[in-house]
């Protein structure tokens, strides 16, 4: 760290001046302008450039090498969260049928994106999206609504039996990781670029939280997934009316959790975060008795019943870390 003394000019205005250094490598001169951010904790955020447009950033993928085109696939979803506007995607020959068709599924399950040129051997694509029309808050509200309805068809789903919602479920956990990895997005480009959240009018903290909160509840979309792969396995096997009631009840518990601690979020309620977090050691309990049912069953039945009741814990425990983040943020 530098250390500079603070000057004063014309009686009134303190200055400090800039390392000479930092200044050339950004190539600032004479009568240019910088922006200046004053921070919550205090500090003073500095930048050379004070547009608010977003910064055009390019990533380029030699696909020549490649072995599986999920490789190219998992690359391409790293190069979206990053950030990057323009990814071109090139080989040294033609490109193979199987890579240029994951492209296009990459480019189909993210938002914003289009190819915008294309031959033999590359593909680029372009960002369209603006992140400072980026509704946060309207993105958080739509993804823990769409994961709180998986949860309650799959256990409409595990109570009649039904395997074609099992597996419209599943499908649904598809919108989910594109509404996830466009917040992770939009969150790593207002992070180079704190200007860009001034049209939002949310603070880089309050930012830095959606992409956490993204986070835990694309998790908790996951366990609907797996509840209802279970339920699928689990079809043609005749469970006690006893077992499936014990199995809603906690199910039911979870998802309450998962939503009230949604509703203390946005309602920047402390006492309810707390009240919800003192909830789940009843579910772990009821998941616990739901665990000894299941090992008293054979085969596959005792492990669905065992997963399913796992997965309805880990509900609850994700929904705790929610509200855990609602207090530390409003403390």
């Keep these: 760290m530098e250390i500079r003394k603070i000057q004063m000019t014309g009686g009134a205005s303190f200055i400090v001046s800039l390392p000479k250094g930092w200044a050339k490598s950004q190539g600032i001169k004479k009568n240019d302008s910088v922006g200046i951010i004053a921070r919550n904790d205090g500090s003073l955020l500095l930048m050379p450039k004070i547009s608010s447009e977003q910064m055009q950033r390019e990533k380029e993928f030699d696909v020549s090498s490649i072995e599986k085109p999920i490789y190219l696939f998992r690359m391409l979803v790293g190069a979206y969260i990053e950030g990057y506007n323009v990814i071109v995607v090139k080989s040294r020959d033609r490109m193979s049928p199987s890579l240029s068709k994951m492209v296009r599924k990459f480019v189909r399950g993210m938002i914003g994106l289009e190819i915008i040129e294309e031959t033999s051997n590359s593909i680029t694509i372009k960002d369209l999206l603006n992140p400072a029309e980026m509704p946060f808050d309207k993105a958080i509200k739509r993804i823990s609504s769409i994961v709180s309805n998986m949860h309650k068809d799959a256990l409409f789903a595990l109570r009649h039996g039904d395997e074609a919602l099992s597996r419209d479920i599943i499908a649904r956990d598809d919108e989910v990781d594109r509404l996830h990895w466009l917040i992770s997005r939009q969150y790593n480009a207002i992070s180079k670029n704190a200007l860009l959240a001034e049209p939002l009018g949310l603070s880089s903290k309050k930012i830095a939280n959606y992409s956490l909160i993204s986070r835990i509840i694309e998790r908790i979309g996951d366990h609907a997934v797996a509840i ?62 739901i665990g000894n049912i299941a090992l008293k069953q054979k085969g596959k039945k005792a492990l669905s019943i065992g997963y399913i009741s796992e997965s309805i814990r880990r509900v609850g425990e994700y929904s705790g870390d929610l509200a855990e983040y609602v207090i530390n943020y409003l403390v």
């Design 228 to 289: 209802s792969k279970n339920n699928i396995n689990l079809m043609g096997e005749k469970l006690e009316g006893s077992i499936i009631d014990l199995i809603l009840s906690a199910g039911d518990t979870s998802v309450k959790i998962f939503n009230d601690s949604m509703g203390a979020f946005f309602g920047e309620d402390i006492g309810a975060a707390n009240k919800n977090i003192e909830r789940i050691s009843s579910l772990v309990a009821k998941c616990e008795e």
